[in-house]
Every structure is written in C-alpha cells, then in structure tokens.
C-alpha cells in the first residue's frame, strides 16, 4: 500500500473530451485544495461520514483507464475509438496533473468482481475516494455508484459520481455523441463536445497521383482504419506536419470519399495544403478538422472538379478568416 492515501477516477476517456476534463479538473482540484474540499462536502454531505481523512490530509490523485478498450475484449464488434492510446495517454497527461495508470485489459481481468476490484484498489493505491462519471459500471457484475458505496463503506472509501456535462445546448458530453456527429459531418458539434479540433494523424502515402498532376491540387493522402472518419465530404482543416523543419500549421481542404468523378471503389483521406510547395511523402502528419464544407458530388468533367476544388481552397481560407457565410 502507498503511504499516501489517493482519489482516483476511472473510465476509457476516450477522446478526453470536455465532460472527462470536468471530473479529473474536479478531482485534481480535490487532491490540492483543502478549501475546495471543505465546499464540496458542504454540497455532498451525505459523502463525508464515508471519508475518513483529515480535510488537511495529502491525497494523491490518479487516473485509471484501460488498454484495449474493454469493449473491443467484451464483445462489442462495433466500437471505433475517437484516438489511439498513445494520444489518450499524453492528453490524459497533457490536462491533467495526475498519475495516469493504464491497466491492460484481458479476458482475466474482465472476469474481477467489483468487489475484488476495489479491494485491489484499497490495497495497491489506498484508496480513499472514488470519483466516477455517473454512468459508469465497474467489475463483471457492473456494480453502479449503489453497489460501490457499499463496497467503500466496508473497505474504508467514499464514493463520488460527478453529474453528466453539458453543451451549450443542454446535450450530454460523451464519446458516443461525439462518433455520432463525427459520422454525420457535424463538426462543429464534435468539436464542442471535445473541446479542440478533431484530428486524424498518420504518414503521406503516394496516391493515385492525380491531385498535382492532372488537377493541380497536389494532396497529402493518408490510410486510417483504426479511429472514427468523418462522413464523406469535403473539410476545412489545419495540418502540422510533425517535423521541426515546419512548425507552422497550415491551412488546408481534406476530401474523405471513394472519388465518384474517377468512379474510386477505395475510401481515401486527401489532403491539399493550401499556399505550401514541399514533397512531405512519408512525413508524419496531424489532420484536424474545423469545417464541413460539402459533400462528396460526382462531377461530370475535370474542369467542373478543378472548379469546385477552387471553390473549396476559398471556402476554407473565408472560414478561418472568419468571413465564411
């Protein structure tokens, strides 16, 4: 057991969007402040006779998530993670100031009992406080925030489950939302939801060569068939190019589609570059995406696809000046 006594929060995080920064900000402010301590026992008083901590006493704050997700071991064929976990853990990281344990999660492991669960807790982390969304579900037997706070009334730990987070619109903050809208062009929603631009990232792969030669639309084209696309269409998006010889970010178009004008049976992800002249084959970029700008349409010649390419480099260029209607 470790001599300091720890608050930790578990969950998968993907996409560490806003309604996850919400609970882990609440906790890390938790972890620090006694005075935000005493306010959040004055609004949740029924929480603190299960708290058998000094409101002075350290506690470490710790984040626990999970490697594969345990929806890819429990079952569940159609789940499509919004990053890798590579990115989950620097976010994770990046927004918080927690240790981040990343548990891998088996066959085995999913057979653990709640209770074992949170025995294993008390005993590796010594556990004090668990804050959880308040949806979440722990152990083979799925125990809620009911059966957990029984469980830390026997094993010496209260138990917190924070109120979902909302958009602006009133809607729940979560991850399935957030592939939802991913999936139907919304942008700006996934985006709101996220709290930072959607991103896919990956080497420059050589193309069908079209874009430069024959169209005059040289593009970045990149393989992705791990994380959620987007709905076909057209974009406004930024690229960094993940090199220290260009720092800068780049305003850019990216096609998601089959390429209906060449009668394409292959999903691509194309990128143009907007003002920018370098061979970047085989440099690793990041794509994050701002804008729906159109579908994918068939065009019935190259001059009508040159001209609505155009009209797309000029779409983009008003959205990020801001002059976009």
Do not use: W
């Not at 620097?90 to 344990?101: D, I, N, R």
């Not at 991850?175 to 062009?185: D, M, P, V």
């Amino acid at each position: 057991m470790t001599k300091t006594p720890s608050i930790i929060t578990i969950g998968n995080f993907d996409g560490v969007h806003l309604g996850h920064r919400h609970l882990i900000d609440n906790m890390i402010n938790f972890s620090k402040s006694t005075q935000y301590r005493e306010k959040f026992f004055q609004e949740n008083p029924t929480i603190l006779k299960h708290y058998l901590l000094k409101l002075t006493d350290n506690i470490e704050p710790i984040i626990i998530t999970f490697n594969p997700h345990p929806a890819s071991i429990l079952g569940n064929k159609f789940y499509i993670p919004l990053m890798t976990y590579k990115k989950r853990y620097e976010y994770l990281q990046k927004f918080s100031q927690a240790t981040v344990e990343e548990f891998s999660f088996t066959p085995d492991f999913a057979k653990q009992t709640s209770r074992e669960f949170c025995e294993f807790l008390v005993k590796k982390y010594n556990l004090r406080i668990l804050f959880i969304g308040y949806d979440l579900k722990i152990g083979s037997d799925r125990a809620n925030i009911d059966v957990l706070t029984e469980h830390g009334k026997e094993l010496g730990f209260a138990v917190y489950a924070h109120q979902p987070v909302l958009t602006k619109a009133q809607q729940i903050i979560s991850s399935t939302k957030i592939r939802e809208a991913l999936l139907e062009g919304n942008i700006k929603k996934a985006n709101e939801m996220l709290g930072y631009a959607y991103t896919l990232s990956g080497f420059v792969e050589h193309g069908f060569q079209r874009g430069g030669k024959l169209l005059g639309f040289p593009t970045a084209n990149l393989s992705e068939d791990t994380l959620i696309v987007p709905k076909k269409g057209v974009y406004a998006t930024k690229v960094k190019i993940l090199d220290e010889k260009y720092p800068d970010n780049y305003y850019a178009v990216t096609n998601i589609g089959y390429n209906p004008t060449f009668n394409g049976n292959v999903r691509t992800i194309e990128t143009f570059i907007i003002d920018f002249d370098a061979d970047i084959y085989d440099y690793q970029i990041e794509v994050s995406f701002y804008h729906f700008i159109r579908t994918e349409e068939k065009c019935a010649s190259l001059e009508e696809l040159i001209a609505k390419l155009h009209s797309d480099v000029e779409c983009a260029k008003a959205f990020f000046r801001g002059t976009y209607e």
